[in-house]
């Protein structure tokens, strides 16, 4: 009888450890299948990489032309590396050498994020693109790039939050709900996320309707969704108290008014939309330019007029590429930031005595 009492009372005691196996057992399968997600996180975005790098290799120069391009090259070596380092957690030494050490001097931060997303805003003005067109890598129904992705929309939208531009920030808001509901891929962002950010653009605007339609959205997803409360009674409170509710603008309406600003030459310009008057388009010539200099009676200029009072000349094949290439190195030693007059950051190069 005393052995089987011992034998029990062991058993009792083991019991605990079963216990304790059976934890360390759930927590090495959480863990096995939180690494597994790390794993699909990573080998998504090297997928990316490796695409974009091929992609890019293939003729660096036009690959660097393309401002949607550069944004995501960006993009990538910043924010989403980021999310990268934080996925795998302990996993990152080598990333953090690479990007604190062999490449400090010149590796992208986040305020060239902003810069490049404010690049292609103004693309997008200046051209009179959707948003839907840049994110699907199309200038005027033709691929140019590779399509942007949930997040790059969603960055770019915070950004230009950030900076006040709402209707635009808007605008890359839905795309990047649109790509959201489409794109299988983890996120360090969700559905949620975008859907409070798509109601607080349209609290901004004015817009009743469209504030609560996309409220209700979200929570349709989470009914006690906190943020969403404080939107829509922010939003109210708006309304009541104050002149906001006079203002019912709308993003047709915000474009308007950007056509109608002092831009719209400037914009047309850019696009060859403005056309010459015939008298002066009929007095446009191309031509050799011999006189004035010894050099050019041995190798005469192409000559073409543009526009007449003021003259506006361009010369052809001027420089080599050889000599192209050297000036184009010059140059990249003068680049500095500049705060224009309208608040934007943007890229000039200074003069050097």
């Known amino acids: 009888m005393r052995i089987r009492a011992d034998v029990f009372t062991a058993v009792a005691e083991f019991e605990y450890v079963i216990k304790a196996h059976k934890t360390i057992t759930d927590y090495l399968k959480t863990y096995i299948k939180r690494y597994e997600k790390r794993l699909v996180v990573i080998k998504s975005h090297l997928d990316v990489f490796t695409r974009e790098h091929e992609k890019a290799m293939e003729d660096i120069p036009k690959y660097l032309e393309n401002p ?78 590779t399509p942007m992705t949930a997040c790059d929309c969603y960055e770019i939208g915070r950004i230009l939050y950030r900076n006040n531009e709402i209707f635009d920030g808007l605008e890359w808001m839905i795309e990047a709900y649109r790509k959201y509901s489409i794109e299988e891929t983890h996120y360090e962002f969700s559905d949620i996320d975008i859907l409070e950010n798509i109601s607080f653009g349209y609290s901004k605007t004015g817009d009743m309707e469209s504030t609560l339609y996309w409220i209700q959205k979200v929570y349709d997803i989470d009914p006690h969704n906190s943020r969403a409360k404080q939107i829509e009674q922010q939003y109210q ?38 056309e010459l008057p015939i008298e002066i388009s009929s007095r446009l ?17 192409k000559t073409e007029m543009l526009h007449l009072n003021p003259d506006i000349v361009l010369f052809h094949d001027m420089l080599s590429d050889g000599e192209i290439d050297t ?10 930031i500049n705060k224009l007059p309208s608040g934007f950051l943007q890229y000039l190069k200074t003069p050097k005595p």
């Open 327 to 336: 000036v184009v190195e010059i140059a990249k030693t003068k680049h500095v």
């Open 237 to 274: 409170n708006n309304m009541k108290y104050s002149r906001y509710s006079i203002w019912q603008s709308n993003l047709e309406t915000e474009k308007k008014q950007l056509k109608e600003s002092n831009n719209i030459v400037y914009y047309s310009l850019c696009r060859g939309d403005v």
């Open 285 to 301: 010539t191309c031509r050799y330019q011999t006189e004035n200099h010894p050099f050019t009676k041995l190798a005469p200029i």
């Open 68 to 145: 949607v391009n550069i944004f995501t090259l960006i993009k990538r070596l910043t924010a989403d590396l980021n999310f990268i380092k934080y996925s795998v957690e302990d996993e990152t030494a080598y990333i953090e050498d690479i990007t604190n050490k062999q490449y400090a001097n010149k590796y992208p931060t986040m305020e060239d994020v902003a810069g490049a997303a404010e690049a292609l805003v103004r693309l997008q003005y200046v051209y009179n693109l959707e948003a839907k067109e840049l994110a699907e890598g199309k200038l005027y129904d033709i691929d140019y790039s």
